[in-house]
């Protein structure tokens, strides 16, 4: 059999320090270490939009391939732009992977959240098949689609990792907050919730870029500064995945208040280090971390938030009993390795060779 070839196509550069860049970046690894040719093209524009510069750079992109190529198109990419999928559905073989949909982010106004929504049902009716990491966005996606399309799930794999050791002796316990400085991770309901705990022993770290938006990053900043914690909450800026797997080791508790998560790979890396979880039920958080591994609330609810941190700060037995159950459910998740095969037999199930 000749090398099967993917063409993979990515708002911006793949080198992308995100949940979905990562899942991307690993699946593209995974599929050439079996085999295949995977040719990632990068698109210039502004994404989401519906923004001309990227409209273009997808049509140009598509309009070069040959026919009948095996495509697939990152949900970021596509989700705004149906023209150029309907324009050349019928000649390529399109797929798309949504690490979430569009119109589910933080933040948006109604009559935007419908319009992305509306966008993203035509370009997604234009593909052959969509893959998604969770079954929570099969469930979210099969609500607005035709019964018609395929949509199959290939959950993010999970490097095993070394059990987290925490703080150094004397040290106070550490919170851990990772992802990116943006609405939808709510690190502001973070800040807000640990106002009320000055009078416990905590430190918090709060790891992600503070890049991609800068106003939210310098509002986050300013609220540390006014909380009168700035010698206990540090803000240190996107991570690699060295530094992080330090942060993870020598940390107490992980938590992440997000609105909406369309799988949350932090969390299972969390629980890979058998840290126990704080987080809400915001999206496919519950499907991703199970009760024995940590306790969520409901998104935006900072009393709970509140509430919930206090427990953990105060009941060594709960974090020893959640972490245990976090370490055994880490055990169960596929590898990257696994995840790759699952990705390529996705392919297969959806545009056969």
């Known amino acids: 059999m000749s090398p099967r070839i993917l063409h993979l196509v990515v708002p911006g550069a793949l080198e992308q320090r995100t949940g979905g860049y990562i899942y991307d970046a690993r699946m593209v690894s995974g599929l050439r270490q079996r085999g295949w040719t995977v040719e990632v093209h990068s698109l210039a524009g502004r994404f989401p939009g519906p923004d001309d510069g990227a409209e273009q750079s997808l049509d140009g992109a598509l309009a070069r391939l040959p026919d ?40 948006l106004e109604p009559e935007r959240s419908l319009r992305l929504r509306q966008l993203e049902q035509r370009a997604l009716a234009a593909c052959r098949g969509i893959l998604v990491s969770s079954r929570f966005t099969v469930r979210r996606l099969q609500a607005w689609l035709p019964a018609g399309i395929r949509i199959l799930e290939v959950v993010p794999g999970t490097e095993p990792a070394p059990r987290a050791h925490g703080p150094a002796p004397g040290q106070p316990p550490r919170l851990l907050c990772v992802g990116s400085v943006v609405p939808r991770k709510g690190q502001d309901l973070l800040l807000r919730a640990l106002e009320p705990l000055v009078e416990r022993d905590w430190d918090c770290v709060i790891a992600g870029s503070l890049e991609r938006d800068p106003g939210f990053a310098d509002a986050v900043r300013r609220q540390v500064r006014g909380s009168g914690l700035e010698d206990r909450i540090r803000l240190i800026g996107e991570c690699d995945a060295a530094a992080l797997a330090g942060l993870y080791a020598c940390s107490s508790v992980f938590v992440l208040p997000s609105w909406y998560e ?92």
């Open 68 to 107: 009948q190529a095996l495509v697939l198109i990152d949900g970021l990419a596509l989700g705004a732009l149906p023209d150029p999928a309907a324009r050349h559905a019928k000649r390529l073989r399109l797929l798309a992977l949504v690490h979430h949909p569009l119109c589910d982010e933080t933040g």
């Open 262 to 353: 369309g799988y949350g790979m932090a969390f299972a890396e969390a629980m890979a280090h058998g840290l126990p979880v704080v987080a809400t039920t915001g999206g496919a958080v519950p499907d991703t971390v199970p009760a024995s591994a940590g306790v969520l609330v409901r998104p935006g609810a900072v009393p709970e938030l509140t509430a919930a941190l206090a427990r953990m700060l105060d009941d060594p037995t709960l974090r020893a009993s959640l972490s245990q159950g976090a370490w055994e459910h880490a055990q169960s998740l596929p590898d990257w390795d696994a995840a790759a095969d699952h990705f390529e037999d996705a392919l297969d199930a959806l545009c056969p060779p």
